[in-house]
């Protein structure tokens, strides 16, 4: 069924749910585009769920709720991800809901195609194409951007690179919000990767997630290097706590930088002791070091180059550089979670904390 067969009787809600915590950098042009989206055949309503938020955020969403009515501002007491989710989906009114970020702006018919595509291809979430561009024009800003937009980067797996069609995992999706609800929410103890999560409970269940090109939204990650390193850092973190919680919700290629990493200790550790040996030890035991090494370089250059041709700069050829820090900051992040046995922080029972705001 395509929105053109959906009769004006049924017209239905969609419900945008959007959780911010200090985003007043961002937040009004995210907004922006979401009141100038195309809604010839569904409503909507924009939950701005919002973590108490301490850089003018919370009077951005205010004023510009006081002209535009279907903004409603809710507070998120207890400010992780999750839990904004969750109180969105208790808030919301329409039977689809929008799982939406703070750091991307969406084209004008991103919502009506999403839900177009939603039920022409028989699913419960479809998401839209993610183009990873640059958060401001300096080095640092596109280096991470590029990082972040090859597969080299972030694998195929990741949402800024995947293909369209059916898929394990999708990103900004408007989603059919009884079977969200069906499957149990979102979990609460899961700071990060919730949505991976989520989207794997849905899959058990038997339900199917689509990516489509037909429309797509713009991602704006990190502006510096050290904000990209912290980024790596905190989701291979989280990945050691999703997987204690739900295994199936991770891919192969969330655990490929730990393996790296691993790899890395392991070779140089080789080599170190190796020092200490006469030749022609030495030099064996350096071998596995420098491959590691070496491939990795390799298969950062080319990446590098394929970019340069892309983005026709060559400034792409610094990369070879940034990729290995990144991917050995997400492997660090693993393994500082494994060491120190970390566990989720416990979560708050209920939603009785959150509340909603009159602008």
Not at 260 to 268: D, Q, R, V
């Amino acid at each position: 069924m395509s929105m053109k067969e959906i009769p004006h009787a049924e017209r239905p809600l969609v419900s945008v749910i959007l959780a911010t915590l200090n985003e007043a950098r961002t937040i009004e042009s995210v907004l922006r585009s979401l009141i100038d989206q195309d809604a010839p055949n569904f409503d909507l309503e924009i939950l701005v769920v919002d973590g108490k938020s301490s850089d003018g955020t919370r009077a951005i969403v205010t004023r510009m709720a006081a002209a535009e009515p279907r903004i409603r501002l809710l507070c998120n007491e207890r400010q992780k991800t999750p839990f904004a989710f969750n109180l969105g989906l208790s808030e919301a009114r329409g039977e689809y809901v929008c799982i939406l970020g703070a750091h991307t702006v969406y084209d004008k018919d991103y919502i009506s195609v999403c839900l177009s595509e939603l039920l022409a291809q028989g699913a419960v979430g479809c998401g839209g194409r993610v183009i990873t561009q640059p958060a401001s024009d300096t080095l640092e800003a596109r280096l991470a951007s590029w990082v972040l937009s090859h597969p080299f980067g972030s694998s195929r797996k990741s949402f800024r690179t995947q293909p369209e069609g059916f898929a394990d995992s999708v990103n900004y999706p408007v989603m059919l919000k009884k079977a969200l609800v069906e499957v149990g929410r979102y979990d609460e103890e899961l700071a990060r990767n919730q949505d991976n999560d989520m989207n794997q409970k849905l899959r058990a269940r038997g339900y199917k997630l689509y990516c489509t090109w037909k429309t797509q939204c713009l991602y704006h990650p990190k502006d510096t290097l050290r904000g990209l390193i912290q980024y790596a850092y905190r989701n291979g973190f989280w990945n050691a706590m999703s997987f204690r919680k739900n295994p199936f919700s991770l891919g192969v290629h969330h655990l490929v930088p730990f393996v790296f990493l691993m790899s890395a200790i392991f070779s140089l550790a080789l080599a170190v002791a190796g020092l200490w040996l006469p030749q022609p030890y030495h030099t064996v035991l350096s071998i596995p070091l420098a491959l590691l090494l070496g491939l990795h370089v390799s298969a950062g250059s080319v990446a590098a180059l394929q970019l340069s041709r892309r983005e026709k700069s060559l400034a792409t050829l610094a990369l070879p550089v940034v990729f290995p820090a990144f991917h050995l900051a997400y492997g660090f992040g693993t393994l500082s979670a494994l060491v120190t046995n970390a566990k989720p922080p416990a979560a708050a029972k209920g939603l009785t904390a959150a509340k909603a705001e009159t602008p």
